[in-house]
């Protein structure tokens, strides 16, 4: 079955970086992209980005440009997602989500990454 | 501030028919296929609908989709306690080249 595993939880400074992990099994990873969402505490979901899996191409929410970085490695099946110049309004968690294509709806999600940012 | 505006809350009783309305934009909605969400609290979301009315594999057709224009509806009939979610929409901007969501639709099951 196909299954997306996050791990654990972060707590970052303002001004730091966190690289959250997303390990997929139970199909072909790059026969899909990965999505990432976020959603800050009692908030709404917030779409981050979309990288493909097979050739690496990215597609990310404008408001996070030159902050966001998003790769894979093939050879674990494992997507990354880097976050720079954290602020303390980019505490959330933060999830994977397997999809098609960078507007297409994803159709299996990871659990979530708490990711809490706090001086 | 939401690109695509849900009502933050609906309510029903048991057994009972909920309508969930989403409204966008001809750079969004209008022009794009709409997604649905179920979020149960403290988990991941679930895609509920997509393509606008279409549903996965295993989604009971207790759950419905359809769009108008530059708006969508997410219809749950017989309503039980275990629809009790945040339920949000989502599609394609075209403006902004990313995807958007509602702000979200809290379901009551009275």
């Known amino acids: 079955q196909v299954q997306l595993v996050q791990f654990g939880g972060e707590v970052k400074k303002p001004g730091a970086s966190v690289k959250v992990s997303c390990k997929a099994s139970?199909?072909?990873?790059?026969?899909?992209?990965i999505t990432w969402v976020r959603q800050a505490p009692g908030q709404g979901l917030e779409w981050m980005g979309w990288?493909?899996?097979?050739?690496?191409?990215?597609n990310y929410a404008q408001k996070l440009q030159g902050r966001v970085n998003m790769t894979t490695d093939t050879s674990t099946s494992t997507a990354y997602m880097e976050l720079r110049s954290l602020r303390s309004d980019d505490t959330a968690v933060y999830y994977c989500?397997?999809?098609?294509?960078?507007?297409?709806?994803?159709?299996?999600w990871g659990q979530g990454t708490l990711v809490t940012v706090s001086s | 501030q939401s690109v695509l505006t849900q009502p933050p809350s609906v309510s029903a009783a048991p057994g009972q028919k909920v309508t969930i309305s989403c409204s966008g934009s001809?750079?969004?909605?209008?022009?794009?296929?709409v997604s649905w969400y179920q979020q149960l609290p403290g988990t991941a979301p679930e895609l509920l609908i997509y393509?606008?009315?279409k549903r996965p594999s295993g989604i009971p057709d207790r759950f419905s989709g359809s769009k108008s224009g530059t708006s969508a509806t997410l219809g749950i009939t017989g309503l039980q306690t275990g629809d009790e979610a945040d339920y949000y929409c989502?599609?394609?901007?075209?403006?902004?080249?990313?995807?958007?969501f509602g702000g979200g639709t809290k379901l009551t099951v009275l």
């Open positions: 393509d606008n009315n």
């Open positions: 990288i493909n899996v097979y050739n690496g191409n990215t």
């Open positions: 001809s750079s969004n909605i209008g022009n794009n296929y």
């Open positions: 139970g199909y072909t990873f790059t026969s899909y992209g």
């Open positions: 989500a397997r999809s098609k294509g960078y507007g297409a709806p994803p159709d299996y």
């Open positions: 989502g599609t394609w901007d075209s403006s902004l080249s990313g995807v958007v």
